[in-house]
């Protein structure tokens, strides 16, 4: 067995809505059935006996070791925790080849997971053995690692579930909600809302007092020291000498790290500060407030949870010793050793034991059943603590108080720690205080405390975050299709941008934001679709979205308002990525139609592809069919049904529902020459559905129709028409047969520039099959005089010359083509055709380097203008 081409699909995609791990596996004669070979099956469930829960028997159906590998890359990752459920394996159209998709949750633990099955796969075959209890820990340790924690995967799960996309911006914790102008940004439990002032005043424990105690906020008395000395003497001023506690602590720390508690004599305020000291250059000494730790979790204007902290202890049984008490503790599968759980492992370190002599213990005492044995004097879960919630007991200016706190500081989210007796009577009342604010609290206390229940917090931080309960997204058409994705865009695009909205594209050409392009090359994949989406300035996002990004990665986004799909053509790109007919083109296509907003969410597709119309059974939303002729069987059917349609009616688009119409003159849609270019046309209403899909007014859209101008600046390579000394001629980047069939018809309906003689000037892309290749130059020798025909700079896995041949055999039965120039170079060939032109004459070039031939058409152009030729040449390297 053989595994390569291994990819990451990050979105929805062919096979699921699930992210997943696709590889290429290759099996030998002997491997495609696993009951051929004797005792695999055994020594399989004897290494890994819970793939039973995934076969549980295999039976008499054929399974290959590439199912195998399926079966055990997802039971792995199942059997460690990891929450996953989709697997396939498909056979490719050769033999013994499959496709193995499996669901992962983090991308690198369903890479280890693949890995790991692998290796299982060969110990089953050669009988040696496999190390399942390993496998399983170096899975669930590279999981905690990478996921999101429990704090900020609250916010993200509670996001979700309000349907705001997400993306994780990085390893760590920062995660983008909403898309375009409406996203918004977290940290951990901190927001873009949290400005850098208030986490700095947060930070400083003493600045933090003082403003809290200015607004009549009871905080404990201290000051800042300078050394061991200044330390004591801070003690005494607050009454240590009396046997008043105090508390030292570093200025800006957080998750109690350096605090000590409950300190009375010189020789504990001491070790007290070189222990802070340890943490910050800055200690501060204040008074220690007797009573219980709280902490109150304020989000914007609401207190939405409390808990009572307990420090790190153990209960004496009487039998065990401190030791193993705090091994039986740790041992609870909800402790881990960061904060991924939702408790932390108590610390058994010199800390500890400091704190056991101090009640004349040490880690070998047995303490007597019952006994309440003290681990630590601060009560944060980050040193093993734990926290029972007292929401519902908080009494109403208790929790007015630590509003307060929060908004005198600044904070939107902020951890209130509190020392008192309880939360039952107001703070002044029983003498409690303010002993600390926290920016970027954790969740976890009130997520999943050890007792009372959990609180809904990372609902709570996103209701504030977008109050207006929406789902922080931008309005987003995905377009596909074999022609006319990239015109369709730039249309639907100009109709936006009337509205009113800043358009962020993605197209063949780049990535255009309000108009500038900010990318350049092909950039039609999921990488640029995110791009867009994370981009501050978009209001609304136009993607055009090709099979090769489906393939290498899934959709750039997990839902779109409005899906269009232009045509399906036999000539794209077949062959490649085991997409061999046109059947597999369309399920690829579809992809974008299947992730439509549910119920909302249109679907606008050409009634006049077979292909591109069945994709309406795909659709969770609703369905706007176009095609030039209304009375087309599937546009009958669905007009009839009182749904919408869009079509052609003498020089109009006209948009139907039922007996509502709108009616757009094709005269006024600069595009379509006036209605002369029906695959321009078909643009037109593709768009034009696609705003109507929106809600879009329909004066928006006509003026979007009407603004958009079809030349080399706005749409390169898109039917662009010059004039060259009284000739016509047209570049297009139309690259496959359906394409070429669209440019002359297209020709044929505009006799005034039909030509007295017709010139073609083509090459033809190396990755496409042979009979794609030849079928374009069979279509072009009927319909034009001459051919100059072009070698491009790559082959894309051809040999030298065998481009030209193909298409040179493509003319081999022209009924009209008599003249053919082979050449090599693209500004070869244009110059060559433009010394052949006369008045009168057209030229059709099909360009490859789009920008690059435009920029040289013209100066071609402007070189006639001025009475120059830079294209009366006889090249010496033609062929004829």
Request: net charge negative.
């Amino acid at each position: 067995m053989e595994v390569s081409r291994i990819r990451a699909l990050r979105g929805p995609n062919l096979w699921s809505r699930h992210t997943a791990i696709e590889a290429i596996v290759a099996c030998g004669a002997a491997e495609r059935d696993i009951n051929a070979i004797a005792g695999f099956e055994a020594r399989l469930r004897e290494r890994f006996p819970e793939i039973a829960l995934l076969q549980p028997v295999f039976g008499d159906d054929t399974y290959s070791l590439a199912h195998i590998l399926e079966f055990a890359t997802l039971g792995l990752q199942a059997q460690a925790g990891c929450p996953v459920t989709f697997s396939r394996t498909a056979q490719t159209v050769d033999e013994g080849v499959y496709q193995v998709v499996v669901e992962y949750g983090e991308e690198e633990v369903g890479r280890l997971a693949l890995d790991l099955a692998q290796a299982l796969c060969r110990a089953a075959m050669d009988g040696a053995p496999f190390d399942l209890s390993g496998a399983l820990s170096r899975l669930r340790e590279l999981d905690e690692d990478v996921r999101l924690g429990p704090s900020t995967a609250s916010i993200v799960h509670a996001a979700a579930a309000r349907g705001i996309p997400c993306r994780r911006l990085t390893r760590g914790s920062l995660v983008q909600f909403g898309w375009g102008s409406r996203q918004r940004r977290i940290q951990a439990a901190e927001t873009d809302m949290t400005s850098a002032v208030a986490e700095s005043i947060a930070q400083d424990k003493e600045l933090t007092k003082r403003l809290l105690a200015a607004a009549g906020v009871p905080v404990p008395v201290g000051r800042p020291v300078a050394d061991a000395d200044d330390a004591w003497a801070a003690a005494v001023e607050i009454g240590a000498g009396d046997g008043v506690a105090v508390v030292v602590k570093p200025m800006d720390g957080n998750q109690g790290k350096g605090v000590t508690v409950n300190l009375k004599t010189r020789e504990q305020v001491l070790a007290a500060y070189a222990t802070a000291r340890r943490i910050s250059d800055n200690v501060l000494v204040e008074r220690y407030v007797s009573g219980q730790d709280h902490r109150f979790l304020v989000v914007g204007d609401k207190l939405v949870a409390a808990a009572r902290r307990e420090p790190p202890m153990v209960i004496g049984d009487g039998a065990r010793t401190v030791r193993e008490l705090v091994d039986q503790v740790n041992a609870d599968p909800r402790r881990g050793s960061g904060h991924a759980t939702s408790l932390t492992r108590i610390r058994f370190d010199d800390i500890a034991l400091a704190r056991l002599a101090e009640d004349g213990l040490d880690a070998e005492s047995i303490p007597v059943k019952g006994r309440r044995v003290i681990l630590r004097n601060n009560a944060n879960l980050s040193t093993g603590g734990s926290a029972t919630d007292v929401t519902d007991n908080v009494h109403p200016d208790f929790a007015a108080r630590a509003i307060a706190a929060a908004q005198m500081v600044g904070l939107d989210i902020a951890g209130v720690d509190i020392v008192c007796k309880d939360v039952l009577r107001p703070l002044e009342e029983q003498g409690g205080g303010i002993v600390e604010l926290n920016a970027a609290p954790g969740l976890r206390m009130h997520l999943q405390p050890s007792f009372g229940k959990g609180r809904a917090v990372g609902e709570a931080i996103v209701a504030n975050m977008f109050p207006d309960g929406g789902d922080a997204r931008i309005p987003l058409v995905a377009v596909a299709g074999t022609n006319g994705k990239t015109t369709t865009a730039r249309l639907i695009a100009s109709i936006l941008a009337r509205r009113g909205y800043r358009v962020g594209m993605t197209s063949t050409d780049g990535v255009y934001v309000r108009g500038k392009r900010i990318d350049a090359g092909d950039c039609s994949g999921p990488k640029s679709a995110r791009n867009v989406l994370m981009h501050p300035d978009v209001d609304a996002a136009v993607l055009e979205t090709a099979r090769g990004g489906v393939l290498r990665e899934g959709l750039g986004f997990d839902r779109c308002d409005v899906a269009v799909i232009t045509n399906i053509g036999k000539g794209d790109h077949l062959g490649l990525s085991y997409i061999s007919t046109v059947e597999d083109l369309a399920v690829v296509k579809r992809v974008i139609v299947q992730n439509v907003k549910p119920e909302t969410g249109h679907a606008v597709l050409n009634a006049a592809d077979p292909m591109v119309a069945r994709m309406a059974d795909a659709c969770p939303g609703r369905i706007i069919f176009f095609a030039r002729d209304r009375n087309h069987p599937v546009m009958a059917m669905h007009r009839a049904q009182g749904k919408r349609v869009v079509f052609l009616d003498g020089g109009d688009i006209v948009a139907l529902e039922g007996v509502a119409e709108q009616r757009i003159a094709l005269r006024d849609v600069p595009v379509t020459a006036g209605g002369a270019i029906g695959f321009q046309a078909e643009n037109a209403m593709a768009a034009a559905a696609a705003g109507w899909a929106l809600g879009l007014d329909w004066a928006v859209i006509r003026a979007g129709l009407a603004a958009f101008v079809n030349d080399a600046a706005s749409a390169p390579g898109r039917f662009n028409l010059f004039d060259y000394r009284g000739a016509t001629l047209i570049a297009d980047y139309g690259h496959n047969p359906d394409a070429i069939q669209a440019l002359v018809e297209a020709i044929e309906h505009m006799p005034e520039k039909s030509g007295k003689r017709r010139t073609v000037v083509i090459s033809g892309a190396g990755d496409r099959r042979d009979e794609d290749i030849r079928q374009q130059t069979e279509i072009l020798g009927d319909a034009f005089d001459a051919a100059v025909l072009y070698q491009d700079q790559c082959q894309r896995g051809r040999a030298d010359g065998e481009v030209l041949a193909l298409l040179r055999q493509g003319l081999e039965n022209a009924r009209r083509t008599r003249d053919v120039v082979e050449l090599r170079g693209e500004f070869l060939a244009i110059d060559t055709a433009l010394a052949q032109l006369k008045a009168g004459d057209l030229c059709l070039i099909l360009v490859d380097q789009v920008e690059e031939a435009l920029a040289h058409i013209a100066k071609r152009i402007a070189e006639a203008e001025n009475g120059h030729s830079g294209a009366n040449r006889n090249p010496e390297t033609a062929t004829h």
